[in-house]
């Protein structure tokens, strides 16, 4: 397989899944994207962009596979446990103290962050005073998630190694089973949670989230989305709300640093401002 | 003035006391960025930066995604990200799978930065335990950057020096005071 990909071929890239899916990845984060297609064309044997381009001129390329491969879905299980003692010893008591709040997961791909807040909320007995919304693009993972996820094993140990230093309450076994060597996390954890293919960077909004987690997404855009998105994310926080990013992310590039306060600067957790 | 536009450093096993040397001794206003990619532990986040910067003149930033790349600054690639450079001389962090067994994988903070800097970039490569940053430091010569690995003799492991070695016809095999005095000889 080859080891780069030049601008010019993944601007071709881009430029041919517009023309045939409407899908526009040109506010892609160039570097990050360049990687994903040459995985992508690793998996699918195919061997230049000018293959590539042309299969997908052909219609010779299952999208919904394509896009499926195309998401990055490294994150872990409680991935940065502190910021999860956080949002369970400071964050959620709050907002679930008015009845009906609405958490938005935003961006949701492997689902791993998805479990790990209802885990939180399942410890804390909050799993039905909450409205928890997950988006994610891809039709293919929402399957995936709601048959509890299916991780490899590698990955459960890490995330087991996560729940440890997050304090969990119980053994984290618990809330998963194996078969085949895949772990498939209890679906009980997310019957109550709203699945949709709400797409952030296009749709609009309705200001009504008590938090919105979105982290380590906007590290995929360019400045243009990003900060398309930030504002699309600020118009869906209600005055107050919580947005919590990755933990090397920040909106000090951004015209929204001045609508947000910040709450933990270690952690990334933003306030909305009145 | 020399004609390289940014230093980056790869290491691992081994090269914590030659990365605080190289820190300690460039002065304040040293006139490159100085990127660090070294393995470290995913989830412990805070330390490593506070025990670099004890020596160091130059501030030592973590950082965050889309931060623009600033000379007189040392950059240390943040836990259980990769760290590109985006072209336009920002940096992008990614949560990519691990590469290498690693994340930050010293390949791809060097492919990133040969594509952005292509003759520009001074890639050195320390002490270490796997051959993560070999293709990395192939990918700094093929674009036309100076290549320099720390001494195999001098290191405390020498794997990764070794595999530099093998992957690339390498420009200077330097003692840590020697890459001391070629990184000053550039201000």
């Given at each position: 397989?080859?080891t780069?990909?030049?601008?010019?071929d993944?601007?071709?890239?881009?430029?041919?899944?517009?023309?045939?899916?409407?899908?526009?990845?040109?506010?892609?984060?160039?570097?990050?994207?360049?990687?994903?297609?040459?995985?992508?064309?690793?998996?699918?044997?195919?061997l230049s962009?000018?293959?590539?381009?042309?299969?997908?001129?052909r219609?010779?390329?299952d999208?919904?596979?394509?896009?499926?491969?195309?998401?990055?879905?490294?994150?872990?299980?409680?991935r940065?446990?502190?910021?999860?003692?956080?949002?369970?010893?400071?964050?959620?008591p709050?907002?679930?103290?008015?009845?009906?709040?609405?958490?938005?997961?935003?961006?949701?791909?492997?689902?791993?962050?998805?479990?790990?807040?209802?885990?939180?909320?399942?410890e804390?007995?909050?799993?039905?005073?909450?409205?928890?919304?997950?988006?994610?693009?891809?039709?293919?993972?929402?399957?995936?998630?709601?048959?509890?996820?299916?991780?490899?094993?590698?990955?459960?140990?890490?995330?087991?190694?996560?729940?440890?230093?997050?304090?969990?309450?119980?053994?984290?076994?618990?809330?998963?089973?194996?078969?085949?060597?895949?772990?498939?996390m209890?679906?009980?954890?997310?019957?109550?949670?709203e699945?949709?293919?709400?797409n952030?960077?296009?749709?609009?909004?309705?200001?009504?989230?008590?938090?919105?987690?979105?982290?380590?997404?906007?590290?995929?855009y360019?400045?243009?989305?990003?900060?398309?998105?930030?504002?699309?994310?600020?118009?869906?926080?209600?005055?107050?709300?919580?947005?919590?990013?990755?933990n090397?992310?920040?909106?000090?590039?951004s015209?929204?640093?001045k609508r947000?306060?910040?709450?933990?600067?270690?952690?990334?957790?933003?306030?909305?401002?009145? | 003035?020399?004609?390289?536009?940014?230093?980056?450093?790869?290491?691992s096993a081994?090269?914590?006391?030659?990365v605080?040397?190289?820190v300690?001794?460039?002065?304040?206003?040293?006139?490159?960025?100085v990127?660090?990619?070294?393995?470290?532990l995913?989830?412990?986040?805070?330390?490593f930066?506070?025990?670099?910067?004890?020596?160091?003149?130059?501030?030592?930033i973590?950082?965050?995604d889309?931060?623009p790349i600033?000379s007189?600054?040392?950059?240390?690639?943040?836990?259980?990200?990769?760290?590109?450079?985006e072209?336009?001389n920002?940096?992008?962090?990614?949560?990519?799978?691990?590469?290498?067994?690693?994340?930050p994988?010293?390949d791809?903070?060097?492919?990133?930065?040969?594509?952005?800097?292509?003759?520009?970039?001074?890639?050195?490569?320390?002490?270490?335990?796997?051959?993560?940053?070999?293709?990395?430091?192939?990918?700094?010569?093929?674009?036309?950057?100076l290549t320099?690995?720390q001494?195999p003799?001098?290191?405390?492991?020498?794997?990764?020096?070794?595999?530099?070695?093998?992957?690339t016809?390498?420009?200077?095999?330097?003692?840590t005071?020697?890459?001391?005095?070629f990184?000053?000889?550039?201000?």
């Amino acid at each position: 397989m080859s080891t780069t990909l030049g601008i010019v071929d993944t601007k071709k890239i881009i430029a041919a899944i517009n023309d045939m899916y409407g899908v526009d990845y040109s506010n892609y984060t160039l570097t990050t994207l360049r990687r994903r297609f040459l995985y992508v064309m690793g998996c699918l044997n195919i061997l230049s962009a000018d293959i590539l381009v042309e299969q997908i001129h052909r219609n010779n390329i299952d999208f919904d596979d394509f896009v499926d491969k195309l998401m990055i879905d490294t994150t872990e299980l409680f991935r940065d446990p502190s910021l999860w003692r956080e949002v369970r010893e400071k964050l959620l008591p709050e907002i679930c103290s008015s009845p009906g709040s609405k958490i938005w997961m935003s961006g949701v791909s492997s689902g791993e962050e998805l479990y790990s807040l209802m885990v939180v909320l399942h410890e804390m007995g909050l799993q039905k005073d909450v409205r928890v919304v997950a988006s994610c693009p891809s039709n293919i993972r929402i399957d995936r998630i709601k048959k509890g996820g299916i991780f490899p094993m590698k990955r459960m140990e890490l995330g087991e190694a996560n729940y440890t230093r997050f304090s969990g309450k119980f053994e984290f076994t618990k809330y998963y089973t194996v078969s085949d060597n895949f772990a498939y996390m209890d679906t009980s954890l997310i019957e109550n949670v709203e699945f949709n293919n709400f797409n952030i960077s296009q749709d609009k909004s309705d200001k009504s989230y008590r938090m919105i987690f979105c982290r380590n997404l906007m590290i995929q855009y360019n400045m243009p989305l990003y900060e398309r998105v930030l504002q699309n994310l600020m118009d869906n926080l209600t005055v107050g709300a919580y947005l919590i990013l990755g933990n090397k992310e920040t909106i000090n590039h951004s015209e929204v640093s001045k609508r947000l306060y910040t709450f933990d600067s270690i952690e990334k957790i933003y306030r909305k401002r009145s | 003035m020399s004609n390289y536009k940014a230093i980056m450093i790869g290491g691992s096993a081994g090269s914590f006391q030659v990365v605080t040397k190289i820190v300690a001794s460039l002065p304040k206003d040293y006139p490159l960025p100085v990127m660090l990619c070294l393995h470290r532990l995913k989830h412990v986040r805070s330390g490593f930066v506070e025990a670099l910067s004890i020596k160091s003149q130059m501030p030592i930033i973590e950082p965050d995604d889309k931060d623009p790349i600033k000379s007189g600054r040392i950059y240390l690639a943040p836990a259980n990200y990769h760290m590109y450079v985006e072209l336009g001389n920002k940096f992008a962090l990614s949560t990519e799978d691990v590469v290498n067994h690693s994340r930050p994988a010293i390949d791809l903070s060097f492919f990133t930065a040969a594509y952005n800097y292509k003759n520009k970039l001074v890639g050195i490569i320390l002490s270490g335990a796997n051959k993560d940053g070999a293709l990395g430091l192939k990918s700094v010569k093929d674009a036309g950057g100076l290549t320099i690995v720390q001494d195999p003799n001098e290191c405390q492991v020498p794997t990764m020096t070794l595999a530099s070695m093998n992957a690339t016809n390498v420009d200077h095999v330097f003692s840590t005071q020697k890459i001391i005095n070629f990184l000053l000889n550039l201000a």
